[in-house]
């Protein structure tokens, strides 16, 4: 069987890591795993003669500017990045006739709604990178037909910065911390997602979908079940939003995701997130 090229941007990252694992599950593709030194998918005359020349058949845009708080100060950045850049991959291609796959947030919604979110949903972001991933959709959306996004939320693995990460950490150095437990939502984990987008390939249905582990919970016991399977005796005191300061973007009180349509398009069997969380942790 002949093979087709996939080109994965951002490839050094949390999401782009898991990808690269996965990788040898799926020989009838040839992957180019690209991160800003090969490919700065700011640049769209590197952009354009990259796919000029490998011609792939699929691009998966695992790069972003992630940093939620540092966006509101960079938000030229984070538009360039998450936005304008997504617009370049979505024409370029289009433009060699290869379908794109983009990933978006859960912080395109304002939370005021504590019911799970569905695809037809009003999004309202309230932070710069919330604005940014939108207008990033919008841009893919338009830039190229065969287009999938995929909106997750509160990423982790064991790659890269995250919250499960920073907690380890705090965890081994502090008796308590401090964390904020009324923002709802769902870890997901960046392996989950990698299988699922690995699936969306393998047999496209083009369009927008919501992709997360299942359950509810918050920050303060998602850290109190990171502190728990890391054997961590560090206490989590639960905060309010207003009672921790530090945070420079606002973010949504429930960002709670509805999956029922990629589970459905898709044949999507989604693991709980403590279930993720214990393999995650299990490798660090
Ligand atoms: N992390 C979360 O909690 C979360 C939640 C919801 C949705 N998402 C979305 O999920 C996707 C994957 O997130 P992630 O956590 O895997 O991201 P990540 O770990 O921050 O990785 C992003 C990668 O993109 C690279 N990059 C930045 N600018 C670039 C450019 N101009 N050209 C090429 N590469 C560039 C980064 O390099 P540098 O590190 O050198 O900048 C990094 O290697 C993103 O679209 C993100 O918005 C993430």
Redesign the pocket.
């Known amino acids: 069987m002949a093979t087709s090229r996939i080109i994965v941007?951002?490839?050094?990252?949390?999401?782009?890591?898991?990808l690269r694992e996965i990788a040898v599950n799926f020989p009838r593709f040839e992957f180019v795993f690209?991160?800003?030194e090969e490919?700065?998918?700011?640049?769209q005359g590197a952009v354009k003669q990259c796919f000029e020349q490998q011609k792939p058949q699929w691009i998966i845009?695992?790069?972003?500017?992630?940093?939620?708080d540092g966006a509101e100060s960079e938000p030229e950045k984070a538009f360039?990045?998450?936005a304008q850049?997504v617009g370049i991959l979505a024409k370029e291609s289009a433009a060699v006739g290869a379908s794109f796959l983009?990933?978006?947030?859960?912080?395109v919604f304002d939370g005021s709604n504590p019911n799970p979110l569905t695809e037809n949903d009003i999004t309202n972001p309230l932070s710069v990178?919330g604005k940014s991933?939108l207008e990033?959709e919008q841009l893919a959306m338009a830039g190229n037909a065969n287009t999938v996004i995929i909106?997750?939320?509160?990423?982790?693995?064991e790659?890269?910065?995250?919250?499960v990460r920073t907690i380890r950490r705090l965890g081994s150095e502090k008796q308590q911390i401090d964390v904020v437990a009324d923002q709802w939502g769902c870890p997901?984990s960046?392996h989950a997602?990698a299988e699922a987008i690995m699936r969306i390939v393998a047999k496209p249905v083009f369009g927008l979908y919501h992709y997360s582990n299942e359950g509810v919970t918050n920050w303060a016991l998602f850290a109190e079940e990171i502190m728990a399977l890391s054997g961590l005796a560090c206490r989590v005191k639960h905060i309010t939003t207003a009672e921790y300061p530090a945070a420079a973007a606002p973010r949504p009180e429930f960002s709670i995701l509805d999956k029922k349509r990629i589970k459905q398009t898709f044949q999507l069997n989604i693991a709980e997130w403590e279930d993720c969380l214990q393999r995650v942790i299990e490798k660090l």
């Open positions: 941007t951002g490839a050094n990252g949390q999401l782009g890591s898991c690209t991160d800003v490919l700065d998918i700011t640049d845009n695992a790069a972003a500017y992630t940093a939620v360039s990045i998450n850049a983009h990933i978006s947030t859960d912080y990178y991933k990033g909106r997750t939320s509160w990423l982790y693995s790659y890269g910065n995250n919250f997901t960046a997602l």
